[in-house]
């Protein structure tokens, strides 16, 4: 009894733990980090990302920027009105939901000359706890013989 609780604590810290394990952080560009003449599609051509891995991009600060836009500024190079663009050089960004993301450059013609990235995000790799069995549940007390 006491093992089978055990391992329900034991699956619900893997649940909540795995997806940070198991997580991958992407160098967009790899060694060429996020600069122009770069085939960023081509990069990510092959890459499997996944719900819980991180995008960095690592540019020389105050050259580049990055934009999370949608599929229409990213077609168009159209930075969003209003969003201050991440700046660092050395950008974090965490993939938190499945689904198509986009990101360009907005400093002058960049994204125009290639400096934007597509990607899609799957849904995490971490195993989802599985509910438990009637076999594996902890038995009600029987009642004791002789008792009416």
Partial sequence: ??????????AI??????PSILATDYIVGDGKGWTI???YQAWAQGKMFYVGDNLVFNY???VHNVYKVNGTGFQECAVPA?????SSGNDVINLATP????YICGVARHCSVGQK??????????PSPSPLSASSAVPSPSPTAGCS
């Fill in 1 to 10: 009894m006491a093992s089978s609780q055990h391992f329900v604590i034991l």
């Fill in 117 to 126: 990235l597509l990607i899609t995000v799957m849904p995490s790799m971490a």
């Fill in 82 to 86: 209003g969003v201050m663009p991440l």
């Fill in 37 to 39: 003449n770069f085939d």
């Fill in 60 to 62: 020389p600060q105050g």
């Fill in 99 to 102: 689904g198509r993301k986009w």
């Fill in 13 to 18: 810290i893997l649940a909540i733990f795995a």
